[in-house]
């Protein structure tokens, strides 16, 4: 199994980023697939998730109205568009698998990717 993420970079604040997480070795569409993120000296936590059917998708509040997940299961990709970003947001952001339905525990994701570095200026 091997996730893979890309996409990160660096942005003024305001601008945009589209991070994709490539995945292989398991069948995305019985998953939950969810973004994580780690700023440095602190804790890991979680950004969105998308269900394994892709109905319903799920949003921290610090990223609510500005982050839009998405999935293509042909392509086994899982994506996370990130608009009006703030200096806040830099992190290392990870995605990952899951196949329980609690999409904000990162105890319960048992597949993750190695991360890509987000970083936005003010």
């Known amino acids: 199994v091997q996730l893979q993420a890309s996409g990160g970079g660096v942005v003024q604040a305001g601008g945009s980023l589209r991070l994709s997480c490539a995945v292989s070795g398991l069948a995305l569409s019985s998953y939950l697939m969810g973004w994580f993120r780690q700023a440095p000296g602190k804790e890991r936590e979680f950004v969105a998730a998308i269900a394994w059917n892709g109905w319903s998708t799920y949003y921290a509040d610090s990223v609510k109205g500005r982050f839009t997940i998405s999935r293509d299961d042909a392509k086994n990709t899982v994506y996370l568009q990130m608009n009006n970003l703030k200096p806040e947001d830099t992190a290392v952001y990870y995605c990952?698998?899951?196949?329980?339905?609690?999409?904000?525990?990162?105890?319960?994701?048992?597949?993750w990717g190695q991360g890509t570095l987000v970083t936005v200026s003010s």
């Open positions: 990952a698998a899951s196949q329980t339905k609690y999409y904000t525990r990162k105890g319960d994701y048992e597949n």
